[in-house]
């Protein structure tokens, strides 16, 4: 089994180990949110990481896929604005797992992208992520968005 993991190729996860991983998903993870944040997009603001834990704010919400949208499109545009800045600000980087479970949404429909331990600099990643969330919003709320038009957005191409 081969697999992409930050621009580096893996041979095999079980030969790696355990707590070195921790400890870079962890690092990983703080430094994603550091400069998403830094940028204005929409994450939990970091506090600090120690070993294997990333100390974050704390956001009052639900997850996307338990939340009863009233602007589907608002939300959807924070959600693309957010892997924006992550890839246009931060390097090329992606989320790595973007989905309605890594969305949470207050009740001003406010949103934060959580999870970002597995975030890495993959082009393939960045289409997966994208397809996944805006097939949620096409099947949820019936919001269609063209693929490549919201490729090229997030790249910063438009």
Request: glycine residues 6%; charged residues 25%; aromatic residues 12%.
């Amino acid at each position: 089994m081969e697999e992409e993991v930050t621009g580096k190729k893996i041979d095999n996860f079980h030969d790696r180990n355990w707590v070195s991983m921790t400890l870079e998903n962890a690092r990983r993870e703080y430094e994603a949110l550091q400069c998403i944040k830094n940028n204005m997009g929409y994450v939990p603001s970091p506090l600090g990481f120690s070993t294997n834990a990333v100390a974050m704010e704390y956001f009052e919400g639900v997850p996307l896929y338990r939340a009863e949208l009233q602007r589907p499109d608002y939300v959807l545009d924070s959600i693309l604005g957010t892997m924006r800045i992550a890839y246009k600000y931060c390097g090329g980087l992606t989320h790595g797992d973007m989905s309605q479970y890594n969305v949470l949404v207050n009740e001003n429909e406010e949103i934060v992208v959580i999870d970002w331990p597995q975030a890495n600099r993959n082009e393939v990643t960045l289409l997966k992520d994208i397809s996944r969330i805006l097939e949620f919003f096409e099947k949820q709320y019936s919001v269609e968005r063209d693929l490549e038009e919201v490729l090229n957005y997030v790249k910063g191409y438009s």
